[in-house]
């Protein structure tokens, strides 16, 4: 059984931010075949800064670790700043992941740009189908 750092139990034992958002202005949702694992990032947004977030996961004491520190990570930030939270980042302010845990860093960092990109998506969306109502 891999051994955890400090960060990584704290976080599994007592998550922040778990949940969902009603009327999300994104969803990301991520899952890795190999484990089947899944983890879902609902967000909103109020002046291009994450206003707030919350996710479910469905997966190892690590994945949920990783949501919770990911979720910590990118609240309030600007959504360029957010993009910029990389697996490695998360995983060190965890205190570290064993090595056969690291993709578990991966799932949430991707969730989070999904759901930023999503967001992205509808944005830029609205604004040409205003340009197109014009
Ligand atoms: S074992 Fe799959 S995300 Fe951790």
Redesign the pocket.
Known sequence: MPVYSEGVMEHFINPRNVGEIENPDGIGEVG?P????M?TFYIKVKDNRLDDIKFKTF?????IA?SSMVSEMAKGKALDEAMEITPKLVAGALGGLPTQ?F??S??GAQALHKAIENYRAKHNEGKENSRVIK
């Open positions: 890795n190999i484990c089947g694992d983890m997966g190892c004491g690590a994945a990783v845990k993709h578990c991966n799932l």
